[in-house]
């Protein structure tokens, strides 16, 4: 009886040592660059939570292989859910193109100006080997005003066989969103008539 729970002890251990590694990826790795004090905005920005399809909010990298199908890799994970990894990246791309800083979930100054950004994510779609595609609606409003500019961002991104390559397309994705986004709030920010 000893021998053969010693024997299923090794094999199990066995069987744990043979399993491939998980590989964890994030979106906002190398993202942004930090303004420098002279180059600060007048404003800020507030960028809350994002919203994701259903399918794509869990922790395992979910890959579209053709025809409809989609595979969800166990050993190929996201850092955060990838709601959070969407919302740093978009903070750190939107705050780094307009010199700005993220207020959300911290007091700002009084009376300080603050662009409330809400972002609501269409299709997040993986493809390796293929493309990395973000469609986005988002909104941007004076906080304290009922004005609002609600527009849509699709960025489609050709990227290599690798998952490496697949983030480094959607890192790419994002920041072509943020450009856009950055692009609304300094038009309104100087009182000028923004468009999509």
């Given at each position: 009886?000893?021998?053969?729970?010693?024997?299923?002890?090794?094999?199990a251990?066995?069987?744990c040592?043979?399993?491939?590694?998980?590989?964890?990826?994030?979106?906002?790795?190398?993202?942004?660059?930090?303004?420098?004090?002279?180059?600060?905005?007048?404003?800020?920005?507030?960028?809350?939570?994002?919203?994701?399809?259903?399918?794509?909010?869990?922790?395992?990298?979910?890959?579209?292989?053709?025809?409809?199908?989609?595979?969800?890799?166990?050993?190929?994970?996201?850092?955060?859910?990838?709601?959070?990894?969407?919302?740093?990246?978009?903070?750190?791309?939107?705050?780094?193109?307009?010199?700005?800083?993220?207020?959300?979930?911290?007091?700002?100054?009084?009376?300080?100006?603050?662009?409330?950004?809400?972002?609501?994510?269409?299709?997040?779609?993986?493809?390796?080997?293929?493309?990395?595609?973000?469609?986005?609606?988002?909104?941007?409003?004076?906080?304290?005003?009922?004005?609002?500019?609600?527009?849509?961002?699709?960025?489609?991104?050709?990227?290599?066989?690798?998952?490496?390559?697949?983030?480094?397309?959607?890192?790419?994705?994002?920041?072509?969103?943020?450009?856009?986004?950055?692009?609304?709030?300094?038009?309104?920010?100087t009182?000028?008539?923004?468009?999509?």
């Open positions: 009886m000893m021998r053969a729970l010693a024997v299923a002890t090794v094999l251990l066995a069987g040592a043979s399993s491939p590694p998980e590989h964890f990826y994030s979106l906002s790795n190398g993202m942004g660059v930090a303004p420098t004090p002279a180059a600060r905005a007048a404003y800020y920005v507030e960028i809350p939570a994002v919203t994701v399809p259903q399918q794509v909010a869990r922790s395992q990298l979910l890959v579209t292989t053709g025809s409809g199908r989609m595979d969800l890799l166990e050993q190929e994970r996201w850092a955060s859910p990838p709601a959070a990894e969407i919302q740093q990246a978009l903070s750190l791309a939107v705050t780094g193109e307009l010199g700005t800083v993220d207020v959300f979930r911290t007091p700002a100054p009084e009376k300080a100006t603050v662009y409330r950004i809400s972002t609501n994510i269409q299709r997040f779609e993986s493809a390796p080997g293929r493309y990395a595609l973000i469609d986005a609606v988002w909104s941007v409003r004076q906080v304290g005003s009922t004005a609002v500019l609600t527009c849509r961002s699709t960025a489609q991104e050709p990227v290599g066989a690798g998952y490496d390559d697949l983030v480094a397309g959607h890192r790419r994705a994002i920041t072509r969103v943020a450009a856009d986004i950055a692009k609304a709030v300094r038009a309104l920010s009182g000028a008539s923004p468009s999509c």
